[in-house]
């Protein structure tokens, strides 16, 4: 900061602290600049965010759909006669094979 001589006119001292108000103005408006810039980053990634999630939760919907009639299905299949929980038995050992498999292939491929 400007430094009060005793030999300094007044003029003098108001053009040094003029000219040092503008320098700390011009300080102040690049970081006003800077942070609007930056705000308005945030904001556009917020909104890309929201969109985002917007569409995470149509495709949750739809796989809640899904999830229900498949279970509807297979309470119906658990409660019929004998035949069927034999063919349930078979299906669901199939699928646990299917998925180690493809969880054995798919650890493979990742090394």
Known sequence: MAEWGRGQSPGAVEDVLDVEN???????ANKVTRLK?????????????????????SDFLSVTGLLTGSVKRFS????????????LCSVSAGLIVVFFILYYLVSKAGT
């Open 22 to 28: 503008k320098r700390m103005a011009d300080s102040l």
């Open 37 to 57: 810039s930056l705000a308005l980053d945030i904001d556009k990634d917020a909104d890309e965010q929201n969109r985002y999630l917007d569409g995470m939760d």
């Open 76 to 87: 119906t299949m658990t409660r019929s006669g004998r035949d069927n929980r034999k063919l």
